[in-house]
């Protein structure tokens, strides 16, 4: 795996990845708020064709926008974040679909903030499906978005800290591979 915005802490243990997100660090492209961030830590692999992105993840949100989650990327004008994003002291279901410019879709609000969060994502032609499970057996669908289909994409985890100091993140269990395979697992 690789490196977007590699983070000054970060550590491996087992199936683990626990990252240090650093201050000031977002994805987002011009919608309403006029600006352009390119700067969240993304770890990621290369993939081609369709595929199957799943994660465990937990972590210590308390700013407003703290994030962390899935990402599939093409380049800074296409990409796909998805995962929790904290505001008024909750963590909620999110999603960001960047095609030129963002636009932003929030789920549900999750107000007995949990401890973790199953995401599945899930890329079939020029298609992507974002799913979630707080028990990693009942996932429900949050989004299916446009995507455009070139056949090589990044895929791994994201996280930023828009406007807080940073915070821990742990990523656990990160699997892709191709769909048939994934599932059959």
Known sequence: MEWY???????VRGSSITIQTEPNTD???QTSYGFT??????????????FQAEVQFSGAYQHLYDQAGLMVRVDAENWIKCGIEYLDGVQHISAVVTRVYSDWSIGVALPDNPPSLWLRLKREGDAVEVQYALDRQTYRLLRLAYFPPVDEVQVGLMCAAPQGPGFPVTFTDFRVGSIPTLMEE
């Open 27 to 29: 994805y987002w492209r």
């Open 5 to 11: 915005n590699q983070p000054s802490r970060w550590e």
């Open 37 to 50: 961030y390119d700067s969240g830590h993304f770890y990621y692999q290369t993939w081609q064709g369709n």
